[in-house]
């Protein structure tokens, strides 16, 4: 598959996780009803919102996996490098069209979300991912850096284990989809959760500030990560095996 078509695809797929995942944190996670006299919650909270990031890489993996691989994450392309799966050249552009897409996805979002009156984007926060005042459980920076690191060295695990050529056929997008909702259900209190740079970049340029001030750790620790479980998996099931 051309190049070209690759990063049109990784594109749209982020530009979909981005819609998808962090859309449903901040138009639906809290969603009051008006019936009548009373006023009822009827969002879909952290449960809901974990869902959501796990269908949108499940029905992208379905949509594109055959014509990208579908990362969607600078951190996934820069683990199935580490585990032999993915080509050096490949590696930047993969990255960007991933960057590019995210924000896309973003400024779509910001289009909707600023239709109605009084929303405010600072106040929201956006799903923008932080840590310390900017953490929703008010986790500090070491934790929120274990954190993104662990989670994002197991989802590479999961990925790699699933897309393996010895591994069952056909169920990596389902494993991989839900890997990313357990990820999203243990860490959304410590950081909002990341594990995914280009998620991460796309909601701090919006919110600016202290997003982009904190944007530094939701690079360094899920390419950490993510390496790290690229090479432990090379290691314990060699590609040609």
């Not at 909270?45 to 379905?62: D, E, I, P, R």
């Not at 897309?163 to 990820?183: C, D, E, S, V, Y």
Request: with cysteine; hydrophobic share 55%.
């Amino acid at each position: 598959m051309p190049l070209t078509n690759r990063l049109a695809a990784e594109f749209i797929g982020t530009l979909w996780l981005v819609l998808g995942g962090c859309g449903s944190a901040v138009l639906a996670a809290v969603f009051v009803a008006n019936v009548g006299p009373n006023n009822f919650n009827i969002g879909i909270a952290l449960v809901g919102v974990s869902l959501a990031f796990g269908l949108t890489v499940l029905t992208m993996a379905y949509a594109i996996g055959h014509i990208s691989g579908c990362h969607l994450n600078p951190a996934v392309s820069v683990g199935l490098w580490a585990g032999g799966r993915f080509p050096t050249s490949d590696l930047v552009p993969y990255i960007i069209a991933q960057v590019l897409g995210g924000i896309a996805g973003a400024a779509i979002l910001y289009m909707i979300a600023t239709g109605k009156p009084g929303f405010d984007l600072v106040a929201s926060g956006f799903a923008a991912n932080g840590f310390d005042d900017h953490s929703p459980g008010k986790y500090g920076m070491n934790a929120a850096l274990i954190c993104e690191i662990v989670m994002t060295f197991m989802f590479l695990i999961i990925i790699l284990g699933s897309t393996h050529k010895n591994a069952p056929g056909g169920f990596a997008p389902i494993a991989i989809g839900l890997g990313l909702t357990l990820i999203h259900l243990i860490s959304i209190p410590v950081t909002n959760t990341s594990v995914n740079p280009a998620r991460s970049t796309s909601q701090a340029i919006f919110v600016g500030g202290w997003a982009l001030q904190q944007l530094w750790l939701f690079w360094v620790a899920p390419i950490v990560g993510a390496a790290l479980a690229g090479f432990v998996y090379r290691w314990m099931a060699p590609n040609d095996d």
